[in-house]
């Protein structure tokens, strides 16, 4: 069972929105920045989100996160059938040094 | 242009030590505040970080791994080494290596991930 949790799976149609939890300790999440990975099938995580909501360069403005407390979100706006993936949270155990936590990862299907 | 690739055996037998290397370009883990890690994903299942090194050479484990684990760089290859002893087919999962800028304090670039079958 993962330190952070995730809903199994999250369902849409093209065109809507939808948001996926990660919940966690307070000396997990409510003391790191929250991170999120978006998987492909057959390919490797992807990062999305770091800092809680800060966006790489190249990740569409239709992918957000924010943070509160012991909880994060991540939120996908005008969903199409490439976001179709497993969506992972991840932070740190106190500290970067202390090592990184993942959450069980949350299936989009696009209906 | 940043890149990481895992290599490795794609089979091991039970017991034997497991030596992954992780090569990369596109940066230098001699720059201050950078690291690579070692991620695994057990078929069908959630991510599970290993370990990281850091420029300076702080190694870091996972503390449930941590007396099988050690994982190591080298600078002027630009490589990074996990070896895992006492191999369990539990252990079969694919492994990646992802980098950690200290600016972006998340895995920002991950290699394709190598698949690594435990059995006799």
């Known amino acids: 069972q993962s330190v952070l949790t995730q809903p199994p799976s999250v369902s849409a149609a093209p065109g809507q929105n939808v948001t996926i939890s990660c919940s966690g300790s307070?000396?997990?999440?409510?003391?790191?920045?929250v991170s999120w990975y978006q998987q492909l099938p057959g390919t490797a995580p992807k990062l999305l989100i770091y800092?809680?909501?800060r966006r790489p360069s190249g990740i569409p403005d239709r992918f957000s996160g924010s943070k509160s407390g012991t909880s994060a979100t991540l939120g996908i706006t005008g969903l199409q059938t490439g976001d179709e993936a497993v969506y992972y949270c991840g932070t740190w155990y106190s500290s970067l040094n202390a090592g990184g936590v993942f959450g069980g990862g949350t299936k989009l299907t696009v209906l | 242009q940043v890149t990481l690739k895992e290599s490795g055996p794609a089979l091991v037998k039970p017991t034997q030590t497991l030596t992954l290397t992780c090569t990369f370009s596109g940066f230098s883990l001699s720059t201050h505040g950078m690291r690579v890690s070692w991620i695994r994903q057990p078929p069908g299942t959630a991510l599970e970080w290993l370990a990281h090194?850091?420029?300076?050479?702080?190694?870091f484990y996972s503390t449930s791994l941590k007396t099988r684990l050690t994982i190591s760089k080298d600078t002027s290859k630009n490589q990074v080494v996990l070896t895992m002893t006492n191999m369990d087919p539990v252990d079969t999962a694919t492994y990646y290596c992802?980098?950690?800028?200290?600016?972006?304090?998340?895995?920002?670039?991950w290699g394709q991930g190598a698949l690594v079958t435990v059995s006799s």
């Open positions: 307070s000396s997990i999440i409510g003391n790191n920045f």
């Open positions: 090194i850091d420029w300076d050479d702080d190694k």
């Open positions: 800092d809680n909501n």
């Open positions: 992802a980098r950690i800028p200290v600016i972006v304090d998340a895995f920002d670039y």
